[in-house]
């Protein structure tokens, strides 16, 4: 009888124990769940932080800029207004993270300034470059695709950044070819300013020969 009387009395309290060690586990679950999570979010955060790009925070350049990657170590020749030149680039819009184009997948690009199609931001950035050189270049947008842009790759009025990378560098001045030009036009023009000299002194010649002639047609 005693027995029975005491499991009926413990039975509650019993009941509340277990109640309690439950939610207090649960509390300390739900603690270890929020300080996981959160430490996620700190973490993302952190790496937001460092990836983000910082130049959807800034104003984009309105004048040609530029920055020296990698420096030649042996410039023979740089580049000039009438330069041919062979480079790698790749290029991306202002506050882009993907670059809508690059050379690296194929070879390097020709061109002959002053005569090939650049845009106007690139082609006086690499004036100066060695073969090696590297630049990366903050070109404005009246100096790029202006208020037209490029579709789907280049908003309107957007900048650009180029980086660019110099593999060869030649001057029509080292070409032999140039200087046999060069100098065919300079017999060409010293043999035909003597031609009209001697053309000029011959009609003169003429001139007064006639001119004496008809003064001893009049005395006689």
Not at 72 to 94: I, P
Not at 130 to 144: E, K, N
Request: aromatic share 12%; proline share 4%.
């Amino acid at each position: 009888m005693f027995l029975k009387s005491e499991l009926h009395f413990n039975e509650p309290l019993q009941h509340i124990l277990i109640s309690f060690i439950f939610l207090s586990c649960l509390s300390n679950l739900a603690l270890m769940i929020f300080s996981v999570v959160y430490k996620v979010y700190i973490l993302l955060a952190l790496i937001m932080l460092v990836y983000a790009n910082p130049e959807l925070e800034m104003e984009q350049p309105t004048k040609l800029l530029g920055g020296v990657l990698k420096k030649s170590k042996d410039c023979k020749q740089k580049v000039s207004s009438v330069s041919t030149v062979k480079l790698h680039y790749r290029a991306r819009a202002w506050g882009a993270d993907d670059y809508y184009e690059s050379t690296y997948e194929g070879e390097a690009h020709k061109y002959t300034l002053g005569k090939d199609k650049m845009i106007k931001g690139l082609e006086q950035g690499i004036s100066g470059m060695c073969t090696g050189d590297i630049r990366r270049l903050l070109i404005p947008a009246d100096l790029a695709y202006g208020n037209i842009g490029l579709p789907n790759l280049v908003p309107a009025n957007s900048a650009v950044i180029y980086e660019v990378e110099m593999v060869d560098v030649k001057s029509p001045f080292t070409n032999p070819w140039f200087w046999l030009g060069l100098a065919g036009l300079a017999f060409a023009f010293i043999f035909g300013n003597r031609f009209t000299k001697m053309k000029d002194a011959s009609k003169s010649a003429k001139f007064l020969e006639q001119k004496e002639q008809e003064k001893i047609t009049k005395t006689e």
